[in-house]
């Protein structure tokens, strides 16, 4: 089995012979991975640890992804490229519109949209979980939470589609692209910008009103930080529900006794979603940071700006944190994965993923019976990129 469709051997050997070990892609674009649980921990909320790219060295910045992400995508300063005062006053204005009552008022429609969702698939007796249901689930949810009218939802879908197969590319695919960026994320930032005008004009109550309402005394989201965090929420906030659901039911599929055991106790979905997202998250790796200063890890002298990914994935497979680290276990308690970062850069949109898994598990147990995997293992195809960890279709079949 090659390495993206069962990275945790090669892990495994690397925490125990190399963890901290350079990695290359295309041409050019270079960093150190890190794969210990507590190295990872430590550095996912150190200081000393940038994520604005213009620390990292020029040739690394002008190779394929290590371009700065304004020049690749056109969406410029948001949380995943400041740090400090910056990234403090840009989540601070952020999480004054992107609140837990505002993510628990999405309930009733995540079920809804479920609900619709399944009364279409149950008659078929096979389905792709992950183009058929997990997909069109977490982006409808994410329209719903922006504001974003019924009637162009369907753009979305496209346009999403299209930036994630962009994603996919290496680094060097990307930079020799006749485009600097997908078509469909230039449609989504020109829908987006035009969305802010109307909402300006006629406030209504999603999350877009909410972010040009955000203010902190007399502080508020410019133009760009605006639009910049709205694209940041819609494309990192499906793509965490799509593999956390697709991941997640490979999982269950490949291990029927624990898809037993949450079909006879449907209460063990809260600890099974935390299984799930420990045993095969929905990101391989944080994305890139760069030292501010000599840093040494495990024995290696990490020099100021040289880039730095954080195996996730590795460090929740860590037999020195967990144990049994390799068994799929929905009832397991010694559960403190990193699957959504730590610190000042947790995932904002953790809650909502939450939410989504706990209503889509809850539909597909309830209404799936007889669940298979509709192809072996082998054949099925993941997603090539260096964070993202997520299939790319899931086909199962079921009792009709």
């Not at 690749?72 to 519109?97: I, M, N, P």
């Not at 910049?228 to 029927?256: D, K, Y």
């Not at 100021?304 to 967990?322: E, W």
Request: glycine content about 8%; some cysteine; hydrophobic content about 40%.
């Amino acid at each position: 089995m090659d390495f993206g469709a069962d990275p945790y051997p090669k892990y495994a050997w690397l925490r125990e012979q190399e963890p901290v070990v350079q990695v290359m892609e295309g041409q050019g674009l270079y960093g150190l991975l890190v794969t210990r649980y507590e190295d990872v921990r430590m550095l996912l909320s150190d200081t000393r640890m940038s994520k604005d790219p213009r620390n990292a060295p020029l040739d690394w910045q002008e190779a394929g992804k290590g371009r700065p992400l304004e020049d690749r995508t056109g969406l410029g300063t948001h949380l995943l490229t400041t740090d400090g005062l910056e990234h403090t006053r840009l989540r601070r204005l952020v999480s004054t519109a992107f609140t837990a009552r505002r993510v628990e008022s999405l309930r009733g429609q995540v079920q809804q949209i479920t609900d619709g969702l399944l009364d279409e698939i149950v008659p078929r007796g096979r389905v792709d979980l992950v183009t058929e249901f997990a997909f069109p689930l977490a982006i409808t949810v994410i329209c719903e939470l922006l504001g974003v009218p019924s009637a162009d939802q369907e753009m979305f879908r496209r346009w999403t589609k299209d930036f994630r197969r962009w994603t996919n590319k290496t680094g060097s695919d990307q930079a020799e692209s006749e485009n600097a960026r997908p078509v469909g994320l230039r449609d989504l930032l020109g829908y987006l910008t035009e969305l802010v005008d109307k909402r300006r004009e006629v406030p209504a109550d999603g999350l877009v009103d909410a972010l040009i309402a955000a203010r902190d005394d007399d502080d508020r989201l410019n133009e760009t930080e605006l639009l910049s965090m709205m694209s940041l929420l819609l494309i990192g906030g499906f793509e965490t529900t799509v593999n956390l659901i697709g991941n997640g039911t490979l999982a269950l599929l490949r291990h029927p006794d624990q898809l037993a055991l949450l079909r006879e106790q449907p209460h063990l979905v809260e600890p099974a979603l935390e299984e799930m997202l420990r045993y095969d998250g929905s990101f391989e790796t944080a994305t890139w940071r760069f030292p501010l200063e000599p840093i040494e890890i495990a024995g290696t002298r990490i020099e100021k700006g040289h880039p730095v990914l954080l195996s996730l994935a590795s460090a929740d497979r860590d037999q020195a944190k967990f144990k049994e680290p390799d068994r799929f276990d929905v009832m397991r308690s010694d559960n403190g994965h990193v699957a959504f970062g730590r610190g000042a850069h947790f995932c904002l949109g953790a809650p909502l993923a939450r939410l989504e898994g706990r209503i889509a598990f809850d539909g597909l147990l309830r209404r799936l019976p007889g669940l298979t995997l509709a192809v072996p293992p082998e054949e099925l195809r993941w997603q090539r990129s260096l964070t993202i960890r997520g299939l790319e279709s899931l086909p199962v079949t079921f009792d009709a």
